[in-house]
């Protein structure tokens, strides 16, 4: 399995390379480590885009997952080779941005939809498994924790 995680919502600014993560975005982040969990979701291996934003959405995000994230140059904005990338890995989960993204999930499964910030997306043999909004991570994230 194939997951596909925007970076979650940054600040404005410059230098491009250095934006962190909102507050929200923090929220966005923590909320799609904690639905994937919840789910169920065994991911092998992390791979994220080395700008800021993507390295702290995915550290949030695969804390409740257990695992490592690795910084993958070839994630950082630009056109690249899903099947290369991915190849032996097991079930990945690509922590990066947009327009690529959008692009990799039309290439894999013919599907014309954007991915939103904080969306996560999962292919599987070229079939879109699921696309999730960060309002509905979020919702599965909070389905889960106890009523006071």
Do not use: Y
């Not at 923590?30 to 969990?37: K, P, Q, S, V």
């Amino acid at each position: 399995m194939l997951w596909l995680l925007r970076h979650a919502e940054a600040e404005d600014g410059l230098p491009d390379d250095e934006r962190p993560l909102t507050t929200r975005g923090a929220m966005q982040a923590d909320a799609a480590g904690r639905a994937l969990a919840i789910l169920g979701v065994h991911i092998d291996a992390c791979l994220s885009s080395p700008k800021l934003r993507a390295m702290q959405t995915a550290e949030r995000a695969c804390e409740p997952l257990g695992v490592t994230v690795t910084i993958e140059p070839a994630l950082a904005g630009e056109p690249f080779d899903v099947h290369d990338l991915v190849a032996g890995l097991g079930d990945v989960l690509l922590v990066g941005h947009d327009p690529s993204f959008s692009l990799q999930l039309h290439d894999l499964t013919g599907t014309q939809a954007r991915m939103k910030k904080g969306g996560l997306a999962a292919v599987s043999k070229g079939e879109l498994v699921t696309l999730l909004r960060p309002s509905e991570l979020a919702a599965i994230a909070k389905a889960n924790e106890p009523v006071t």
